[in-house]
């Protein structure tokens, strides 16, 4: 269980670190999102730092469990508010949403039952 523990988290920790650097360069892709989404662009530093903010949180979750399992819970309910971002301007296009969400609550899961 250890090693699908540690996996996962580092895995949904880069996906998510990733996507944070993308936001926080400005990188057009998630410019983009934010268009077509109807999101300030104004907004994609702080949703950058929120996913960095999870990404951190996940790699110090292996040594400080508490925080790993908060962390995942909180990119959980970010990928809902992403969801809900999508589905208010009838987007469809979930395919990269869904890596995502599966990601963080993978992390969610394998953090909760490692530490029970």
């Known amino acids: 269980m250890f090693a ?7 895995v949904a920790s880069v996906v998510n670190g990733i996507a944070a650097v993308t936001y926080l360069i400005g990188h057009a892709y998630p410019q983009a999102q934010a268009d077509m989404k109807r999101v300030p662009r104004s907004w994609l530093p702080v ?8 990404s951190l949180g996940l790699l110090a979750g292996l ?10 819970a909180g990119l959980v309910l970010y990928f809902i508010g992403a969801l809900v971002a999508h589905l208010r301007v009838g987007s469809r296009q979930l395919v990269g949403w869904a890596v ?3 990601t963080a609550v993978a992390a969610l899961v394998v953090s909760v039952s490692y530490h029970r």
């Open 4 to 10: 699908a523990y540690v996996t996962v988290t580092i």
């Open 100 to 102: 995502f969400f599966s």
């Open 47 to 54: 949703l950058g730092s929120l996913l960095a903010a999870g």
């Open 63 to 72: 040594a400080v469990p508490a925080l790993g399992t908060l962390a995942a």
